[in-house]
């Protein structure tokens, strides 16, 4: 969430932001007077309470009428101090709760506008030209069934749409991905987490995954469990109700999990194959750091994203994500995109959010410099989304006999195998 004090002394920043969100900018003016009600209804109430204790302080040393009066008062005091603590009670709910409908402050150089108004910061590698190399490509689908390692149709009978089995050197490859970007995040001082799937309400609400992302999200209602989209949940509730000293951070920490979405509004995208799928592993990328110094994670995140890409030998640009295709905790955001040949277009592997103090405000974490505690900020960064790294790697490097070259840096975790062979029929 944001703070409320910008709000107060700036609320026509806050209203630029929900308006290049797309969000209802209404929702300023009435977290405005819900929060003035709260302020002035706490007055009142402290106001009854210190004219309550000095009027208790008084019924003992009186006698007769005066006594009498006095405790006449007292009980129309008592009352009055109960109807404001319930008239403060439900001005802090509404207070919170509009609170929480609020998206983060938009950073002042995010571009403008829907999906389509992204602004393209860099392009890497060259795009491989099929047509001068004598074959046409084939997409990943195809690939992997010619390699055998990826089952769509069996995940469907098992599962429904949307789910697969990787197989053969498929799951091998997953297991090589994973294995070299936890070496990656581990060489550049990630501490390398393994995280819960299953996460409680107050985490996924605290990182801002049941707002507008709610659509999306599986939930267990008779646990009252969530699984989550992304680690991301769980590296940010890691430290929720602490207070971190200033000395420690940086803290980063690279977490692999399963990942679950539903997919909600994305009937008929991507119905082929293994790019959009409802269960996938992630290796994610995750920083506290002090808020003056999240701009420069920011851009650290991305070096290490764009690494990753490079080392597999894939294409791609960054984009700078525009305002109404930011997620609710991001300020900022930026994507990288590998292109896929056989679709003609760059798709998104990675993104990297700045989320500023927005979900440790949310989380209660904090950090502690001297006799100063003060929320931190929180950056989250995709190193490695399996299923769609797969579809990159395998429509990138095939070869005009469905082989399929292992890029360098994977050969070590794939028992130094340069190729990825068709399987006899």
């Not at 764009?306 to 300020?331: C, F, H, M, N």
């Not at 930026?334 to 292109?339: I, K, M, Q, R, T």
């Amino acid at each position: 969430m944001i703070d409320l004090r910008l709000l107060r002394e700036d609320p026509d920043r806050v209203r630029a932001s929900q308006r290049a969100r797309g969000e209802d900018v209404a929702l300023v003016d009435s977290l405005l007077s819900a929060d003035e009600r709260r302020r002035s209804s706490g007055v009142r109430f402290d106001e009854l309470r210190a004219e309550q204790k000095a009027l208790g302080k008084l019924i003992p040393k009186a006698s007769g009428d005066e006594k009498a009066e006095l405790l006449k008062k007292a009980g129309q005091l008592a009352a009055d101090v109960k109807a404001a603590d319930a008239d403060r009670d439900a001005a802090a709910a509404e207070t919170q709760e509009l609170l929480l409908r609020l998206g983060n402050l938009v950073h002042s150089d995010v571009p403008v506008g829907g999906e389509e108004d992204f602004v393209t910061l860099e392009t890497h590698g060259t795009i491989r030209d099929f047509t001068a190399e004598g074959f046409e490509p084939r997409d990943h689908l195809e690939l992997g069934q010619i390699l055998g390692a990826i089952d769509v149709e069996r995940g469907a009978k098992v599962s429904g749409s949307r789910f697969y089995f990787l197989t053969g050197v498929g799951a091998l490859l997953e297991l090589a991905l994973v294995n070299a970007a936890m070496a990656q995040a581990t060489a550049a001082g990630f501490t390398p987490m393994l995280t819960p799937a299953l996460v409680r309400a107050q985490s996924m609400a605290g990182t801002g995954f049941l707002g507008q992302a709610a659509q999306d999200v599986y939930h267990l209602a008779s646990d009252d469990l969530y699984l989550v989209g992304t680690s991301e949940v769980a590296l940010a509730a890691y430290h929720m109700d602490e207070i971190l000293d200033a000395d420690k951070l940086p803290l980063r920490y690279a977490g692999f999990s399963p990942c679950f979405r539903r997919e909600a509004g994305s009937h008929g995208k991507d119905t082929r194959g293994i790019f959009r799928v409802h269960q996938f592993d992630k290796v994610e990328m995750f920083s506290y750091v002090a808020p003056e110094d999240s701009q420069a994670e920011h851009q650290r995140l991305l070096e290490w994203e764009k690494q990753w890409l490079t080392s597999l030998e894939l294409p791609y640009r960054v984009i700078d994500v525009a305002s109404a295709d930011l997620g609710a905790s991001a300020s900022r955001k930026f994507d990288c995109e590998a292109w896929i040949p056989t679709q003609g277009k760059y798709r998104e592997l990675t993104s990297t959010s700045d989320c500023t103090e927005f979900q440790s405000r949310r989380l209660s974490i904090r950090v502690r410099e001297g006799k100063q505690v003060r929320p931190l900020a929180t950056l989250n960064g995709t190193l490695c989304a399996v299923p769609r790294t797969i579809v990159a790697i395998l429509e990138n490097h095939q070869q005009a006999d469905g082989s399929v070259r292992v890029p360098e840096v994977l050969r070590p975790y794939l028992g130094g195998r340069e190729v990825l062979q068709p399987v006899a029929k």
